[in-house]
């Protein structure tokens, strides 16, 4: 009798545990279904009534729970917000499309906490977009008419002599016009072993350069004189005029500093282009 109802019991669990997975399967099938339609319906960022009536009818019939809809909507969401920063770029149209789907997917900013420093970025590069760059505290002693716009922790770093090789990175020239964008293939410097850490400090960026500051050194590399910023995965190299070759730096968020450095370059440039008399025919 005992093993009998040991056999049973096992079958029960293995039922019941069939019948589980099931359920699950179906739950997932249905919120998958769910996103496809939502999706479809706010291609062309307009929801309409019949869309709207569409999608509620196919949430009554797939029994999908507030909860569950507020994941297929966030999901959504987080999708098209990894597809705007792809290219480090985000635009005007790109910043509101993100807005209305965020009402129209009636998230509120609870439900968007995770994501509030990926969402901060955003709209950081939306202003530089627009040629806004941002204004923080300067962290140490700035000319009467110099403006801080950036502070973030760096390594400055040296190419070993013997590596003839520089990492692959995205060059951009302050005397360019082109938007700030990222395209092409791009390494890391670290652990690149041809790069080599000589100092931890922090970069700052003015309206008139950029600004190394670390515990043993200190580099400045005044807007004017900037050739080319080079962007790697982890990192940016700066070459000026009167350098015999590039200075590189392990930044945080690589793409939003050299997005910001670049505009304060190009702004500076036109800035002395502006006061500096044209020369005489």
């Known amino acids: 009798m005992i093993p009998t109802a040991i056999a049973m019991l096992g079958i029960t669990a293995l039922v019941g545990g069939g019948l589980g997975l099931y359920l699950r399967e179906r739950r997932r099938r249905a919120r998958a279904l769910y996103m496809a339609h939502l999706e479809s319906a706010l ?41 705007v920063v792809a290219d480090a770029r985000v635009t005007a149209e790109e910043e509101a499309r993100l807005r209305r789907l965020q009402m129209q997917l009636g998230l509120t900013e609870h439900d968007l906490a995770s994501d509030r420093d990926q969402l901060r970025r955003v709209r950081l590069l939306a202003q530089i977009e627009g040629g806004r760059l941002p204004e923080v505290r300067a962290p140490l002693d700035l000319t009467a008419d110099e403006t801080c716009h950036w502070v973030v922790r760096a390594t400055l770093c040296s190419p070993l002599a013997l590596e003839r090789r520089e990492p692959v990175g995205v060059v951009f020239r302050p005397e360019g016009v082109e938007p700030f964008h990222v395209e092409g293939e791009r390494e890391a410097l670290e652990p690149n072993p041809a790069i080599l850490p000589l100092d931890l400090g922090m970069l700052v960026i003015t309206s008139r350069r950029a600004i190394f500051r670390g515990a043993k050194r200190r580099v400045d590399w005044p807007h004017a004189r900037l050739e080319t910023l080079t962007l790697y995965r982890d990192g940016l190299a700066l070459t000026t005029a009167d350098a015999r070759g590039p200075r590189f730096l392990l930044v945080e968020d690589a793409e939003l500093t050299a997005a910001i450095l670049l505009l304060a370059a190009r702004r500076r440039r036109t800035e002395l282009r502006d006061v500096l008399p044209a020369p005489n025919p």
């Open 43 to 83: 291609a062309d960022g307009i929801l309409t009534e019949e869309e709207a009536a569409e999608l509620k009818s196919l949430r009554t019939a797939s029994d999908l729970s507030d909860r569950e809809v507020r994941m297929v909507g966030l999901a959504l969401y987080r999708r098209a917000l990894r597809d």
